[in-house]
């Protein structure tokens, strides 16, 4: 008779935690492509015709339009490497990360792409680590608890 192998709960294989940071850095990447293209060529368009308060901040709400887009396309990217409890990933990782274009600004092109891909890797790696406890109330409470300290602590720093 065949005998089954089953992996305890609370390991993960190595190469799932790889996926999960190439697919932050790959998701950071994809956001200041996004997040680029939106500020020159929607953000300034409508929003800088003159010099108004609204033009300086162009470029952060070109980052939280290009963080909703990248969370979307996170999720359909999680799902399709298997991630477990995606939805709960993307949304921290949204959440952490909800104003990074307004952090980057001001920052030459390389900085901001390569604070993107970290940033994402990061937190794409954080939170899968998280969601890999055993009790979905624990999930939610190590995540909502990493989300709260790290927005009280951006905040702090911007």
Partial sequence: MAKAVVQPADEMPFYVWWQAALLGVGLGIVFWVLMALLDRYVMRQFVCDSVTVACSTAT????????????????FAAIRIQMFRPLIVVLAVALVLWGLGG????????????????LYGIAYLLFSWITNFTRTVWVLIAAAAVVVVARVIFTLVA
């Fill in 60 to 75: 952060a709400a070109a980052g939280n339009i290009a963080t909703i887009l990248v969370a979307v396309g996170g999720l």
């Fill in 103 to 118: 952090w980057v600004n001001g920052l030459s092109w390389f900085e901001q792409l390569g604070w993107a891909a970290l």
